[in-house]
């Protein structure tokens, strides 16, 4: 379980997370996170994407046994 110290992010965003191009940073490519859902898929785990009320965001990534 990972939990973000960055900004918040709203719920427009929270919803396109892993879509190859968004990013929150000016000179972003916006592929990290799409990366990361592909080697988490690949290897037959999951990842799930939580948002609190204030928009901090939590990533669960869990791998099968």
């Known amino acids: ?9 709203d719920a ?5 997370l892993g879509r190859p191009t968004l990013s929150a940073k000016s ?3 916006g592929l990290g996170l799409s990366i990361v859902m ?4 690949r290897h037959a785990a ?5 948002r609190s ?7 669960r990534i869990g791998f099968p046994h």
Do not use: K, M, R, Y
């Open 27 to 29: 000179d972003g490519l």
């Open 1 to 9: 379980e990972f939990l973000s110290n960055g900004p918040p992010i």
């Open 46 to 50: 999951q990842i799930d994407f939580d």
């Open 12 to 16: 427009d965003t929270f919803s396109q």
């Open 53 to 59: 009320d204030s928009g901090s965001l939590c990533v």
């Open 38 to 41: 592909a080697i988490v898929e």
